[in-house]
Structures are given as C-alpha cells and as structure tokens.
C-alpha cells in the first residue's frame, strides 16, 4: 500500500474538521424534538461523518492508490470519490428538502450526481491519459445539467416556500454552485489530468478546503436558525391555517 507524503498534513486537518463540525451538528440536534426538523440534523451530521471516515482513511493510507498512466506513477487518493458518492446526494437531498422538491425532481438531481462522481472515478483510474480527459468531459456535462437543474427547477420550487425559507435555500444554493465547479477545475489543474499544475501537496489542501466549506460550512448555515428549518418543514396546511 503506498503512503500519503507531505500532502497527510492537509488530510489531518481535514479529518479533524470533519470531525469537530459532526460534533457540532450532533450536539446541535441532540435537543431537538421535531421529527422533521431532525431530519435536517440526521443528514448533514452524516455528511461530515463520512467526510471524516475518508479523510481519515487517506490520510492512514488505506483510501491512497497508484495509477500508471503513460509511464507515470500517479498517487490517485480514491477514497474522495467514495466520500463523494454519498455525502453529494446527502447535500442535495438538504437543498432539496428546504425547497419541498418533488420527488422526480429529487431522483434527477441525485442521479445526475451520482453519474457525475462515478464517472470521475472512472476518470481518476483510468490508464489512457486521453481517455482520462474524456471521463472528465463526461463527468462535468453531468455537473452542468445539475446545475441546471439546481437553477431552474429546484429553484422554482424553492420560491414557493416561505420568505425565510427560500432566503437560505438561495444561500446555500449558491454555495454549492460557487464551490462545486471548482472541483473539475482543481482537478484538470492537478495530478490527476497529469498536467500537475498544481502538485499533489497544494491540490490535496485546495480539496481540504473546499471539502470543509462545501461540508461543515453549508452545515453551519442550514442548521443555525431553528425557526426557519421548522418553518422549511412545516406541512403545509398548518402553515395554511397559522401564517408564521
Ligand atoms: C463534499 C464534497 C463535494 C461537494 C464534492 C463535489 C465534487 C464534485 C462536484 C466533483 C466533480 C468532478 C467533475 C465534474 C469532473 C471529474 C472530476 C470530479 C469528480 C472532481
């Protein structure tokens, strides 16, 4: 099994983050009773715990592989996309239950991203530099039309939704956005395309810093105002009945 270098310093930190913010959330929603204002707790603590499990598997070596491509020994960190596979579906499924989406909706935006990761993953082991290049195509098509989507449709249905609501959904929603399409461009940047512009150590700390914010800072924001994630999940004839 190869071993992290330098860059384990970055993955420490990482796992220690992810740490400290599934403590917060927990702690956070430990007092809270409402079962679907939970729900908000449950997801976004689990985001960070699987984050913190691969964080800690790169940085122990287990989630670090080798990829020959072209002659050159890539070290190849899979673990990422295995985090990713699910704490992805896990940040849309918080987006999506404040917007009150659809359960189509839902399904195409959680399939879209999991196509997305899993072809980045194909991207990340293939052995043909070129074919790499395509798998990163394949994969950020499927980005843009989840963003798309993201835009058009979840937003509609987010608008519908209280003023407080959809004030944070428009928050969140442009964090993911700003951050998410940073990622294939970290990427094309770093080892992984064999441009190496950026060298292992710098792209594992610019992943551990988008990780954190995409992750634990989205947390932060959804989960501080309890009053709006009561109002997000409230039904709807309640609503009706009582306006807030
Ligand atoms: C917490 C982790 C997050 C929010 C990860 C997001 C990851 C992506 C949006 C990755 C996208 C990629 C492509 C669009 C092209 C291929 C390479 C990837 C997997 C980095």
Request: proline share 3%; aromatic share 12%.
């Amino acid at each position: 099994m190869p071993q992290p270098g330098q860059e384990s310093l970055w993955l420490w930190i990482g796992a220690i983050g992810m740490a400290l913010g599934t403590i917060y959330f927990v702690a956070r929603g430990w007092g809270v009773r409402e079962k679907e204002e939970q729900t908000f707790f449950i997801v976004t603590s689990f985001i960070t715990l699987t984050a913190f499990a691969s964080y800690l598997s790169m940085a122990t070596g287990f989630g670090l592989t080798e990829v020959t491509v072209g002659g050159r020994t890539l070290d190849i960190y899979w673990a990422r996309y295995a985090d990713w596979l699910i704490t992805t579906p896990l940040l849309l499924l918080d987006l999506a239950l404040l917007a009150r989406a659809d359960r189509n909706t839902i399904g195409t935006l959680i399939g879209l991203d999991v196509f997305m990761i899993a072809t980045g993953l194909i991207a990340a082991l293939t052995t043909v530099a070129s074919f790499r290049l395509v798998w990163w195509g394949v994969s950020s098509g499927a980005l843009l039309v989840l963003l798309y989507f993201l835009v058009g449709t979840l937003t509609t249905q987010a608008e519908k939704q209280d003023e407080s609501v959809s004030s944070l959904f428009w928050t969140l929603r442009n964090l993911t956005i700003g951050l998410w399409v940073l990622y294939p461009i970290v990427w094309i940047l770093g080892t992984e395309s064999t441009l190496s512009f950026l060298p292992l150590y710098w792209e594992t700390a610019v992943f551990m810093i988008l990780d954190l914010s995409a992750k634990v800072g989205f947390g932060v924001l959804l989960l501080r105002s309890r009053s709006v994630l009561a109002t997000a999940r409230k039904p709807i004839e309640e609503r009706e009945r009582a306006p807030a």
